[in-house]
């Protein structure tokens, strides 16, 4: 991939920084968006370190005119966009032992709201505003960050797992709409409950770390049109589609 445009949102921290790490390593020139602005700065350095083009960008996908103004500021700083990766995201770790979310019939709109325009509403902006640029390079690819959950009587995921399902969603008909540019939409299934750097160290002690990963959304950044509107995740060392 080397001299290729990513856009990484949420590469801050967790799984988003371990994606920028592989598309730096790759030879990519990385842009970072996200709001968590002191860390942002602490992975770009990293991806320099790396000999990787590492870019910083405070961006808050929930705000149109912050998003338009990343992917303007990404295209004038390297000309195009080859790959977008929707990541930003609201998460309930709960697999790390912290409190889980409320119930529905406890949550607060406002926090239904906040996870539902980060989550869904980041993608649907950071792709909306991307999707102009690769049409009318005829290239590029969005790959968006899928993750599910079973229904459980204790609750507190329903928000986070409608989120993602609507990802999904939005994946196959975005697929459809740019399949004649020539852009490939995905999304990608980390595979497995994450302890990132974050994580309590007993968590990261018994769970995968983001290495889990390992170089995933890269072949993502790759796949065919063939592919393109589906689920895919890593099974073998290669990209198979998940049911």
């Given at each position: ?21 592989t598309f730096?390593?790759?030879?990519a ?6 709001v ?9 350095a990293?991806?320099r370190?790396?000999g ?13 005119d912050?998003?338009r ?15 977008l990766?929707?990541?930003a995201?609201?998460?309930p ?19 239904w709201?906040r996870?539902?325009e980060?989550?869904?509403g ?7 505003h ?10 590029g ?30 994946t ?8 004649e540019s ?5 999304a ?5 409950a ?15 770390g ?24 890593l099974q ?8």
């Amino acid at each position: 991939m080397a001299g290729e445009i990513v856009i990484v949102t949420g590469g801050a921290k967790g799984v988003g920084r371990y994606i920028a790490h592989t598309f730096a390593k790759e030879g990519a020139k990385v842009a970072l968006a996200d709001v968590d602005v002191e860390r942002m700065e602490r992975t770009a350095a990293e991806l320099r370190a790396l000999g990787a083009d590492g870019l910083a960008v405070p961006t808050d996908v929930r705000n149109e005119d912050a998003v338009r103004a990343m992917v303007d500021r990404v295209a004038s700083e390297y000309g195009r966009i080859d790959v977008l990766v929707n990541d930003a995201g609201i998460v309930p770790h709960f697999a790390w032992g912290v409190p889980r979310w409320p119930r529905i019939r406890d949550m607060e709109l406002g926090f239904w709201s906040r996870v539902m325009e980060t989550n869904l509403g980041g993608t649907f902006l950071c792709t909306k505003h991307v999707l102009p640029r690769m049409e009318a390079q005829r290239s590029g690819h969005v790959v968006n960050l899928y993750g599910g959950g079973a229904p459980t009587s204790s609750g507190g995921a329903c928000v986070y797992v409608v989120s993602k399902e609507a990802i999904r969603v939005f994946t196959q008909y975005v697929a459809e709409e740019a399949r004649e540019s020539n852009v490939c939409v995905v999304a990608v299934n980390p595979g497995a409950a994450i302890a990132t750097e974050d994580a309590p160290e007993e968590a990261r002690q018994r769970m995968p770390g983001p290495e889990f990963v390992e170089n995933r959304f890269v072949l993502a950044a790759r796949a065919g049109m063939d592919l393109s509107g589906k689920l895919l995740t890593l099974q073998d060392g290669r990209l198979v589609v998940e049911e």
